[in-house]
């Protein structure tokens, strides 16, 4: 029998040690598409928020607003060289982060800041050593907690930027350096072997002064370590090496912030570590890898996207951390399918999450990653209560996860790149899908795409792709 988070919900109003609402009180949303919940909520009644800046602000629709706009669309390219670039040359240009009237955006060995209006450069600083990650640049605050409702005010920012090196570099909203940690050893196999590798990281996420970060060695070595950093000094608290590693393309992931610690995706299902000392005290074992960012549902519950197909939510239940529901948007075939890498986002009542077609899933042969077509992708709308299947728009190649947005005539639009570097949206009305439209062309694919769009307060969508940060009007 299948158990809606609904019923969760209402029961959590009733069971002493259950939050309220079912709610993970304190959990910090993290920049990538999704919604959060901060506190408690009546029963019977959700809060829901929209990210925007790195930070979740209070939104009944629960998906983010925007305005008509007469923006001009921008972009600005970076310059990737062997000189820029470290030592790897095609790591592309991270994610963007909007705050305010600012884009800030981290590629190689440069972090800059736009003019969200005009692509006019602000400032710009050279960093210590390449980006690591797609994640690019983290805003967090040593006044924030797991819990705050409201982002804190300008000038009570801090920019941290996780290096290839595994360093991190802090800086405030004009760019001038607060403080930098030494680079990361190469794990023990390593070092031993004289072999290579890069740190990739999650975004770092604040709570109490402190900010807590995932990084992960890819090379000769794979290594995930989870790290706290205190944000006043940019000394190391702790650092715990986890037993079941961040999955290959988990460095676009995030770390979530709840009551019980952070809450960090491996490669068997979830971790939660506490705060103090970053020891496990719970966790969820579900066979599979998290394969995307976990994105906070707008009740407040966490959405987890498994690499066999599977979403499911999870919740805190009597101070541990369990699954409430689980499907498979398409049926798995008995070898299941190795390198599925599904991306989502919640709003109003559902689930818009990627993943393969039916026909790949049934095929022989699992596709390896770099031959996986369009055609054996789709988008899938599911029912948030129940994970049902809605319905599917077949074809459509989704990196990353689509960010809903509702325009000023109360047309919702999912927007999203595609596997060729292009934005595009596609409408969603009365539980289904329209047709997929074309708002940008794309460029290089093999280029490093960002797994994120962003909105600006202009009602403009900012991304990158390639080697050049755009602004376009939706």
């Given at each position: 029998?299948?158990?809606?988070?609904?019923?969760?919900?209402?029961?959590?109003a009733w069971?002493p040690?259950?939050?309220m609402g079912?709610?993970?009180?304190?959990?910090?949303?993290?920049g990538?598409?999704?919604?959060?919940s901060?506190?408690?909520?009546p029963a019977?009644?959700?809060q829901?928020f929209v990210?925007?800046?790195?930070?979740?602000?209070?939104n009944?629709?629960?998906?983010?607003?925007t305005?008509?706009?007469?923006?001009?669309?921008?972009?600005r390219?970076f310059k990737?060289?062997?000189?820029?670039?470290?030592?790897?040359?095609?790591?592309?240009v991270?994610?963007?982060?909007?705050?305010d009237d600012?884009?800030?955006?981290?590629g190689?060995?440069?972090?800059?800041k736009f003019?969200?209006a005009?692509?006019?450069?602000?400032?710009?600083?050279?960093l210590?050593?390449?980006?690591g990650g797609?994640?690019?640049?983290?805003?967090?605050s040593a006044?924030?907690s797991?819990?705050?409702?409201?982002?804190?005010t300008?000038?009570?920012?801090?920019?941290?930027?996780?290096?290839q090196?595994?360093?991190?570099?802090a800086y405030?909203?004009?760019?001038?350096e607060l403080?930098?940690?030494?680079?990361?050893?190469?794990?023990a196999?390593?070092?031993?072997?004289?072999?290579?590798g890069?740190w990739?990281?999650?975004?770092?996420r604040?709570?109490?002064?402190?900010?807590?970060?995932a990084?992960t060695?890819?090379g000769?070595?794979?290594?995930?370590?989870?790290?706290?950093?205190?944000l006043?000094?940019?000394?190391?608290?702790?650092?715990?090496?986890?037993?079941?590693?961040?999955?290959?393309?988990?460095?676009?992931?995030n770390?979530v912030?709840?009551?019980?610690g952070?809450?960090?995706p491996?490669?068997?299902?979830?971790?939660?570590l506490n705060?103090?000392?970053g020891?496990?005290?719970?966790?969820i074992?579900?066979?599979?890898?998290?394969?995307?960012?976990?994105?906070e549902?707008?009740?407040?519950?966490?959405?987890?996207?498994?690499d066999d197909?599977?979403v499911?939510?999870?919740?805190v239940?009597?101070g541990s951390?369990?699954l409430?529901n689980?499907g498979?948007?398409?049926k798995?075939?008995?070898?299941?399918?190795?390198?599925?890498?599904?991306?989502?986002?919640?709003?109003d009542?559902m689930?818009?999450?990627?993943?393969?077609?039916?026909?790949?899933?049934?095929?022989d042969?699992?596709?390896?990653?770099d031959?996986?077509s369009?055609?054996?992708?789709a988008l899938?709308?599911?029912?948030a209560?129940?994970?049902?299947?809605?319905?599917?728009?077949?074809?459509?190649?989704?990196l990353?996860?689509p960010?809903?947005v509702?325009?000023?005539?109360?047309?919702?639009?999912?927007?999203?790149c595609n596997?060729?570097g292009?934005l595009?949206?596609?409408?969603?009305?009365?539980?289904?899908f329209?047709?997929v439209?074309?708002?940008?062309?794309?460029?290089?694919?093999?280029a490093?795409?960002?797994?994120d769009?962003?909105l600006t307060?202009?009602?403009?969508v900012?991304?990158?792709?390639?080697?050049?940060v755009?602004v376009?009007?939706l």
């Amino acid at each position: 029998m299948t158990v809606s988070r609904r019923e969760v919900v209402r029961a959590a109003a009733w069971v002493p040690g259950m939050l309220m609402g079912a709610t993970l009180a304190g959990c910090a949303a993290d920049g990538d598409a999704g919604q959060g919940s901060s506190g408690s909520a009546p029963a019977g009644q959700t809060q829901t928020f929209v990210s925007y800046g790195g930070y979740t602000y209070p939104n009944t629709d629960g998906v983010a607003e925007t305005a008509e706009t007469d923006a001009a669309a921008w972009e600005r390219t970076f310059k990737m060289d062997d000189t820029s670039m470290g030592s790897l040359t095609d790591a592309g240009v991270a994610a963007p982060l909007v705050l305010d009237d600012a884009v800030y955006v981290a590629g190689g060995r440069v972090l800059a800041k736009f003019d969200a209006a005009s692509g006019d450069v602000v400032e710009q600083v050279d960093l210590p050593y390449a980006v690591g990650g797609s994640t690019g640049v983290s805003v967090v605050s040593a006044s924030e907690s797991a819990g705050a409702a409201e982002a804190p005010t300008p000038g009570d920012r801090l920019l941290v930027v996780a290096l290839q090196d595994g360093g991190l570099a802090a800086y405030d909203e004009d760019l001038e350096e607060l403080w930098q940690t030494d680079p990361l050893g190469s794990p023990a196999a390593s070092r031993d072997s004289d072999l290579v590798g890069e740190w990739y990281a999650t975004r770092a996420r604040a709570h109490e002064g402190r900010a807590y970060l995932a990084q992960t060695f890819f090379g000769s070595a794979a290594e995930s370590r989870v790290r706290c950093i205190d944000l006043a000094s940019g000394e190391e608290q702790w650092s715990v090496t986890l037993a079941d590693r961040i999955m290959s393309n988990a460095y676009t992931s995030n770390i979530v912030l709840c009551d019980l610690g952070v809450v960090v995706p491996t490669a068997k299902g979830l971790d939660v570590l506490n705060f103090g000392t970053g020891e496990v005290i719970s966790g969820i074992d579900a066979e599979f890898s998290v394969h995307a960012p976990i994105v906070e549902a707008y009740d407040g519950t966490l959405l987890v996207c498994f690499d066999d197909n599977s979403v499911a939510f999870a919740t805190v239940d009597d101070g541990s951390l369990r699954l409430v529901n689980r499907g498979w948007p398409a049926k798995r075939g008995d070898k299941g399918v190795d390198g599925v890498y599904p991306y989502a986002c919640v709003f109003d009542d559902m689930v818009a999450v990627t993943g393969f077609t039916n026909d790949a899933l049934l095929q022989d042969k699992a596709p390896a990653y770099d031959e996986i077509s369009s055609d054996q992708l789709a988008l899938y709308l599911l029912d948030a209560d129940t994970l049902d299947v809605l319905d599917t728009a077949e074809g459509v190649a989704v990196l990353g996860a689509p960010q809903a947005v509702r325009l000023a005539d109360g047309t919702v639009w999912l927007v999203f790149c595609n596997r060729s570097g292009e934005l595009c949206r596609i409408e969603v009305e009365n539980h289904g899908f329209g047709s997929v439209e074309a708002l940008d062309e794309g460029s290089d694919a093999d280029a490093g795409i960002a797994h994120d769009v962003t909105l600006t307060k202009s009602g403009c969508v900012a991304y990158t792709t390639g080697e050049s940060v755009r602004v376009v009007a939706l």
